[in-house]
C-alpha cells in the first residue's frame, strides 16, 4: 500500500535532539531552583538569563537580530519541555517569543533575545477581559507625544519589565476595534506605577497591575499603524494561544509520570497502587486525552507555521486543555493521597499553576463563542444582537 503524502506525526532527527537538550537544559538549570523563584515572589532574572543563553527567548526571531528562526513547532516542543521542569519559566519563554512582529528596534530584540531586558504586553483591563475591544485605557496625541491614562490588570511578567506594549484608544469615539493602537512604553516614566497581584500558581512569572497617569512617550514609539492595534492584538493571540498549549501538556505529562512513580512504588494492601484497576484506569484515562490535546496543539502550531488562519484551533485548545489538565492534575493529587498535601510538593504546585489556565487568556465561554463564530460564521455570533449581525 502506498504512504499517503503530506501527513506526518513524526518529529525531524534534529527536532528530537532539540528536545532532550531542551529536556536536558530544563531539568538541571531550571527544575531545581523552581520552588526557589516562586517563593521569593520577584521576576527570576537568573532564569531570563539562563533561557537567553540558551537561545530559548528569540527562537521565533529573525536571525538578523540575532534570534534562531525558528519553527512554531519547536518553539512548542521547547516550551513543552521547560513546562515539565517549572511552568512559570515556560510562560516566560512564550511570551518572549511573542513580539518578533510588533518591534522593529534592532537593539532591543538583541537585548531581550539575550535576556537582558524584559517586554510585557499590556491588554487587559478590569471591565475588559475576554471582551478585549472594551479598553478604556487613552492615549492623546500632544505636542508631538501620546499622553496615556488608564488602568490594565493581569498583566504578566511585572513587576520585572522594563518595556511595555501597551493597547490604548488613540480614536476614542471609534471605539477598540477602530480606535485602539499599540505603543512602546517604558517601564521607568514617570506617573506610571506598578502593583503585584500575588497568584497562587506561576508565582515566578508574576502578574501585576499598572496605573497610567498622564505617561507621556514619544509618537514614535506608536507599534505599527495608529488604530490598527486590535487586529495586531488578535493576530498575536492565535499564536500564543496556539502555541502555549504545549507547557500545559508538559505540565501534565511529568506530573502523571511522576504520579505512576508514586504508584508503581507505594504499597496498598500487599499490591502496589498501580496494579488497583480504579489508578490505572484513570492515568490511562489522562494519559489518552492529554496525547489528544498535544496532537491538536502541534496541528496548532503546524498551522501557524503554514500561515493558515489558527483562531478557531487556539481557542479549541485554549477551552480543552483547560479541562484536561485540572482533571488529570486533581486525579493525581487523589493517587498521591496526603503526602502531595504540601506547598513544596511538586505536584501539588503543578495542580496550582494550572488552575489558572482557565482563566488566562480569556475564559471557557469566551473560547466557545470564538470557535462557535469560526464555525458557523459571523452571522451566528452568540454574543452580537441579531440586527448587529444582519448589518
Known sequence: MSQLAGLSFEFTEEQEKLRQAYRNFAMKELAPNSLRWAKAEKFPFQALKAMGDFGLLGMTFPKSVGGGERSWVDLSIAVEEIGRADLSCAWIALMGNSYPKLLNDEAILREIIAGRRLLAFAETEPHAGGDAANIK????????NYVINGLKTFVSLVPGSDLLVVTALTDPAAGGKRGMSMILVEADRPGLNITAIPEPGVQAHMLGTIKFDNVTVPCSNLIGEENRGFYMMRERWDYTRGVGPTMITGAVLQALDDTVARAKAKQTFGRPLLKWQSIQFKLVEHYTKIEAARLLAYKAAWMADNHQRVTQYASMLK????????????DCLEI??????????????????IMGWKAAGGGQDIHKIVIGTEMFGGEYATHRAHTEQKN
Not at 477551552?319 to 486533581?330: G, S
Open 137 to 144: 485605557t487613552t492615549a492623546e496625541r500632544r505636542n508631538g
Open 319 to 330: 477551552y480543552y486543555i483547560a479541562e484536561v489538565a485540572t482533571a488529570a492534575l486533581a
Open 336 to 353: 498521591w493521597g496526603g503526602a502531595a498535601f504540601n506547598e513544596e510538593h511538586s505536584v501539588f504546585r503543578k495542580h496550582l499553576d
